[in-house]
């Protein structure tokens, strides 16, 4: 991987923190709880607790993406960045750039989807 691609990387990976942390502010205020004393009828009051907890889940994936792209930004200037952490292969330029905070190639990743 050139340093091109690895700049290119970087301003992407910017950008998608940037869009995921707005977009964790939303689920935020989403995932509250849903209160008691909150004037809705049985069926409208159950799929609101679903849609909150569903916001939760988003969000605990949102957290979880956020951290893996802050660690790919930390690491996409060093030597290990998109060397496979299983096959200790390279990992095509265009994995990286669609998905920046991966660490495997798409046959490792494969395999260990399926086992």
């Known amino acids: 991987m050139n340093s091109e691609d690895r700049s290119e990387i970087r301003a992407s990976v910017i950008g998608i923190i ?5 977009e ?6 989403n995932a509250k709880p849903i209160a008691p004393d909150c004037s809705l009828g049985r069926l409208t009051r159950l799929e609101a607790m679903q849609e909150q907890e569903l916001n939760v889940n988003r969000l605990h994936e949102a957290g979880i993406r956020l951290n893996r792209l802050q660690y790919a930004l930390r690491k ?7 060397i496979c952490l299983e096959c ?28």
Do not use: Q
């Open 76 to 82: 996409v200037d060093t030597p290990e960045y998109g």
């Open 88 to 115: 200790e292969e390279p990992i095509l330029t265009a994995r990286m750039k669609l998905m920046p905070e991966t660490s495997l190639c798409i046959r490792c990743a494969n395999e260990l989807s399926t086992s």
């Open 18 to 22: 940037a869009s995921l942390n707005e």
């Open 24 to 29: 964790m502010l939303i689920l935020t205020e």
